[in-house]
């Protein structure tokens, strides 16, 4: 009786024992409960789901289909390799929403375009689409709106804005002021660089803006 024992645990054992074999070299054989130790490999930007065993595969499957990837921690910086505008262009503006940042960056931000040409050509195309409504074709105040009498007493470019720093204007455009909204959400910094770029010209006077709206075409 005894020997039978032995014999019929020893066969147990060794049949336990070959289960664990395997010809897949890749195989680790039998495993007793390899999710307690053997973390699923995840990839980027894929949320894998539920556990199928415990819920149901179409759970599973929907969610392995959502998207994992989260919003950056605020400040995060885009990587733009080696090119400084890009990079430039890429920060955030540090100046706040409030009388003393408005001040603060009339004192101390300036635009990072070198090519001041360029950016005056292109900001008169961006001056005549996104401006002109309220501000007019030559920056004096007299758009369609103001024509119609919705808004009144916008100032002239050339006149009372003259001397209006470029870091002033960049402040009104990124939050706003007075009667102007934000246009963050419409301009792109390099786009409301461009801007002023060609305001620049019209703080200058008609005579020097039509001379350049000239050369333009």
Request: charged residues 20%; aromatic residues 8%.
């Amino acid at each position: 009786m005894k020997i039978s024992t032995f014999l019929l645990s020893t066969s147990g054992f060794l049949a336990l024992m070959l289960s664990g074999c395997t010809t897949d070299p890749d195989s680790p054989g039998l495993e007793f409960m390899p999710d307690m130790y053997r973390s699923h490999a995840v990839e980027a930007y894929v949320d894998y789901g539920m556990d199928p065993y415990h819920f149901t595969e179409e759970t599973a499957a929907k969610q392995r289909n959502t998207s994992s990837a989260r919003k950056p921690v605020p400040g995060t910086i885009a990587y733009h390799g080696e090119d400084p505008l890009a990079r430039a262009l890429a920060m955030p503006y540090p100046f706040e929403n409030t009388p003393e940042g408005y001040e603060e960056a009339g004192l101390n931000w300036h635009t990072p375009l070198a090519d001041q040409a360029a950016a005056e050509e292109a900001g008169a195309a961006l001056f005549e689409m996104m401006c002109t409504h309220c501000h007019g074709e030559a920056g004096e105040g007299d758009g369609k709106i103001t024509q119609n009498g919705h808004i009144v007493g916008i100032k002239s470019y050339s006149g009372t804005l003259s001397t209006l720093p470029d870091g002033k204007m960049y402040h009104t455009m990124t939050y706003g002021k007075g009667l102007m909204g934000s246009h963050a959400s419409q301009l792109s910094p390099r786009q409301r660089w461009e801007i002023i770029a060609y305001i620049n010209v019209l703080q200058v006077g008609d005579d020097v803006a039509e001379d350049n709206d000239e050369n333009t075409h």
